[in-house]
């Protein structure tokens, strides 16, 4: 069984930026692809970004490329989603992802946290 607890959501202006975390509590963090989704109000969660189990490996939604930079520290057991040039359209709960296959981008996940609230006001 694999927890995943996200920190960092908060209200920021358009144009600002946040750094999301996502810590795993297990001991074989290291061999999990990781990702990030998002759902906003009357909206279907979508995928945002993920990395491999050594973060050499990332992909992104088109929405968010060149904005949005997917991380992680195994030796911490923890996943980033830096966001910059925040936009309206970015508000959401994002949500983290964790698929145990550690070579893939395109993670199907078997466990999900709970959420974070980013609001971005214009």
């Known amino acids: 069984q694999v927890q995943l607890v996200e920190s960092g959501g908060e209200l920021v202006q358009a144009g600002g930026s946040l750094r999301l975390s996502c810590t ?19 909206k ?10 050594s973060g050499g490996n990332t992909r992104y939604a088109d929405s968010v490329k060149g904005r949005f930079t997917i991380s992680r520290d195994n030796a911490k057991n923890t996943v980033y989603l830096q966001m ?16 145990p296959r550690p070579y893939t981008t395109t993670i199907n996940p078997s466990y ?3 959420g974070t609230q980013v609001t971005v006001s214009s």
């Open 112 to 114: 999900w946290g709970q």
């Open 44 to 53: 279907e969660r979508e995928f945002v970004a993920a990395l491999n189990w």
């Open 84 to 99: 910059n040039s925040l936009k309206p359209e970015d508000t959401a709960v994002y949500y983290c992802a964790a698929d």
């Open 24 to 42: 795993a509590s297990v001991r074989t963090f290291s061999t999990y692809s990781m990702g990030w989704f998002r759902q906003a109000p009357g």
